[in-house]
């Protein structure tokens, strides 16, 4: 299990962490809004502790901003205030749900066993982007009346594009997110299924593309927009 804290009062940070690197839960700790939101673009997570009163970006954008990109993680609001208009606030930028500081480390991991309990049950079944839709359920890709069965390994691959269209996804990347840190799957293991799916978008006829951004690596791209 690992979890993104996104806190800028350090000492609130450390406790956080401790508090889950106790339960062994994998944790990777920010400071800042911006932090936050690449880090939970860039990796995958079970839950995102984020504080709402951030320096630059706050919380409620950084939780906007992951919906926007269709990212699901589930989202743990921290904030000092007690306003329920901040929980109004949170709850329609997309969080998940939302605790007042000072907290006990059993509401916080209450609620974030609660988080990614109800997971499965939150998530939505389809992803889409340009004219594809992709269900989750059955891995089948469609475009309009076309669809298609993507195998275990592309489906992992063309989920990650999906849940962040906006972000380039290196080799290096994929093979982690996909392969597993200790596979021993090369550059041309990314390559070939890169060109599976290619073929896959061919077949459909669909106007979306996976863009190579030489050295940096792959996008989906929408000719129309
Ligand atoms: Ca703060």
Known sequence: MKVLIVEDEKRLARALDAILKEQKY?????YDGKSGYDYATLARYD???LDVMLP????????????????????LLLTARTATGDKVTGLNAGADDYMTKPFEPEELLARINALTRR?????????????LVFDRNT?????????????????EIFKLFLRAPSVILSKDRLISDVWGDDSDAMDNNVEAYISFLRRKLKFLGSRVLIRNHQKIGYKLEDPSC
């Open 139 to 155: 891995s089948e890709l469609s475009c309009g009346e076309s669809s298609v069965k993507l195998n275990f390994k592309e489906a």
């Open 47 to 49: 839950v995102v502790i």
């Open 56 to 75: 630059g970006m706050d919380g409620f954008e950084v939780v906007r901003r992951l919906r926007e990109d269709k990212n699901e993680v589930p989202v």
């Open 119 to 131: 997971r499965g049950a939150v998530t939505m079944d389809t992803l889409s982007f340009g004219d």
């Open 26 to 30: 994998l944790t990777d700790v920010v």
